[in-house]
């Protein structure tokens, strides 16, 4: 939303910390194949393996947007881990299931949606 509304981007910490994204779809997909499950209750992990730091985040979001925004930094909280990527070997096997949206598109499908 900052950078559709022409505001800085902030990014906590140094934006070297890395998050795994994945399109709403793909996490009902994998809901709906645990629901669908005869033989496996769980837990899982239903994520993106696929990492990216937040300043990649960011620099796709103002290209994607065609944003003006600036990046702005802000201190790192205490309690901010600095990787987060599901390991989903056991969705894969166990459900059959990967996400299938690639950050690109879910995020034009996003900036589409919120531009609205």
């Given at each position: 939303?900052?950078?559709l509304e022409g505001?800085?981007?902030t990014i906590y910490g140094d934006g070297s910390q890395?998050?795994?994204?994945?399109?709403?779809n793909d996490l009902v997909s994998g809901i709906?194949?645990?629901?669908?499950?005869?033989?496996?209750?769980?837990?899982?992990?239903?994520?993106n393996p696929g990492e990216f730091t937040m300043n990649?985040?960011?620099e796709k979001v103002i290209k994607m947007t065609g944003s003006k925004s600036k990046i702005v930094y802000n201190p790192?909280?205490?309690?901010?881990?600095?990787?987060?990527?599901?390991?989903?070997t056991l969705?894969?096997?166990?459900?059959?299931?990967?996400?299938?949206i690639p950050l690109d598109e879910g995020l034009k499908?996003?900036?589409e949606y919120f531009s609205k």
């Open positions: 939303m900052q950078a505001k800085d981007i890395t998050r795994s994204f994945f399109y709403v709906i194949a645990m629901m669908e499950s005869d033989d496996f209750i769980g837990p899982v992990n239903l994520g990649e985040l960011a790192l909280p205490q309690d901010d881990p600095k990787q987060r990527k599901p390991d989903i969705a894969k096997i166990k459900l059959g299931w990967a996400p299938k499908k996003t900036i």
